[in-house]
């Protein structure tokens, strides 16, 4: 079978219905001269093409009108069988009525890439924070800070935000860490040293209020120096009651609002539980009043500080580090403060408490006398070859008095040097353990 066209399309006449082929019939096609090497380009490359110039079969005389000058393609496809004729159509056929159902499999399988991938475990309402919920542009993204951040901000009439510092940007890194979420019940962390005099009463108030000030959670400081401790004056006196009040009145303890009665609360939101001042009575605190301590703040508290008392030989230095998660070793920056520091270590080594050697932070207390006569490099090498971290705690005339300690007021150094320490006991505490 076969198709001729010519110059009829352009002269308005209605052309002839094209009937059906099929594969094995040439093809006879008059084209404009512009659509020829359009047509030759799509064809396949393995079909027989021949092209001839003028009307297939006919001559022009000289004297005849000029017509457009046309090419005639012919297609010589290989001839198919009708058996496989019908198959090849049927074939098409299936494939055009599966053609929908492909597509709406295709659809589906990009909304599935699309979806969110879910957990097998649900969430909790603290995975929905502002970070993964809120996209990043000019309304949602915080105002700057930092001193030229801000100013740019400002001068640009909030066109240009270069967001935070860097300086800002490391204290934000820092709270991360410190803000490390925990399950399973209260970490314990005890204080300690074997010399008195070294600032691990102070050390403990510092940890503790860098803790509260960057935590949601509750943070407890007690003082279980059974030699009268003086954590207690690191605060605010709100309360008269001491870790004896908390043991006599164990049994009526029905909640948080009662043991709060107890404890003395300074503006970071650090409680602290005074020790014993009676010194007729401060022997009596002893392991298992200790114990019964420690359950009660359990219930209540998501850290529990320990400021230790002098000796490490006493009943409640062993319940202490029964219950320890990590511990704090305080050293002075003189030769015999930083070999009693040392000697606490070995001490513990020899007792059974290699793990929380290897696990635990040097606070190097630079205020005491005789700091500028050594080389601290010389003690942080010391130490650095035995316990997981070492961190230099400045002299700061606010610390030096010995009084009630304001966190907002200390200078920014001693402050950085608090939150690095509780960034450091933070990161050495088990994130998830069983209560």
């Not at 097998?120 to 970070?131: F, I, R, V």
């Not at 001068?155 to 860490?177: F, I, M, P, Y």
């Not at 029964?322 to 070995?346: K, N, P």
């Amino acid at each position: 079978m076969s198709e001729k066209r010519t110059g009829a399309e352009g002269s308005g006449r209605e052309p002839s219905a094209v009937p059906l082929t099929q594969p094995g019939d040439e093809y006879h096609s008059e084209l404009p001269p512009h659509t020829i090497v359009n047509l030759a380009a799509a064809l396949p490359a393995s079909a027989p093409v021949a092209a001839r110039r003028g009307p297939v079969g006919l001559s022009r005389p000289a004297d005849a009108p000029s017509h457009p000058t046309t090419h005639t393609i012919e297609i010589s496809t290989p001839a198919v069988p009708r058996a496989e004729r019908s198959s090849a159509a049927v074939t098409g056929a299936v494939r055009a009525l599966s053609a929908p159902a492909a597509e709406t499999a295709t659809q589906q399988t990009r909304r599935d890439r699309l979806r969110p991938e879910t957990s097998s475990s649900p969430e909790s309402a603290a995975m929905l924070t502002s970070d993964r919920l809120l996209a990043v542009n000019r309304r949602t993204k915080p105002p700057p800070r930092g001193v030229w951040n801000t100013f740019v901000f400002a001068a640009t009439l909030h066109l240009v935000n270069l967001g935070d510092s860097a300086r800002v940007r490391a204290q934000k890194e820092l709270d991360d860490r410190i803000r490390k979420e925990f399950d399973g019940g209260t970490r314990f962390v005890p204080i300690l040293t074997r010399k008195g005099g070294v600032g691990k009463t102070t050390v403990t108030a510092l940890l503790g209020m860098a803790l509260a000030d960057a935590r949601e959670d509750r943070i407890i400081a007690v003082d279980a120096n059974p030699d009268r401790g003086t954590l207690s004056e690191r605060v605010t006196k709100q309360t008269r009651s001491t870790v004896r009040d908390v043991v006599t009145k164990a049994a009526s303890i029905g909640g948080f609002t009662d043991f709060s009665a107890l404890v003395s609360r300074d503006a970071t939101r650090l409680d602290i539980l005074a020790s014993d001042t009676d010194p007729l009575l401060s022997e009596a605190f002893d392991e298992d009043d200790y114990n019964v301590v420690a359950d009660l703040a359990a219930r209540y508290y998501s850290i529990m500080l320990t400021d230790c008392g002098t000796g490490i030989v006493h009943s409640v230095m062993r319940a202490t580090l029964q219950r320890a998660d990590s511990i704090v070793i305080v050293s002075g920056g003189s030769v015999d403060e930083a070999r009693l520091a040392s000697e606490t270590l070995t001490w513990l080594e020899a007792n059974g408490y290699g793990d929380l050697v290897q696990n635990a932070i040097v606070a190097l207390n630079t205020a005491t006398q005789g700091t500028n006569l050594v080389k601290l490099e010389e003690i942080e090498s010391h130490f650095r070859s035995r316990v997981r971290e070492i961190v230099r705690i400045p002299w700061d005339p606010q610390l030096a008095a010995g009084s009630v300690i304001s966190f907002d007021d200390l200078k920014p150094i001693t402050r950085l040097a608090a939150r690095t320490l509780a960034a450091m006991v933070v990161e050495g505490l088990p994130a998830d353990r069983g209560v």
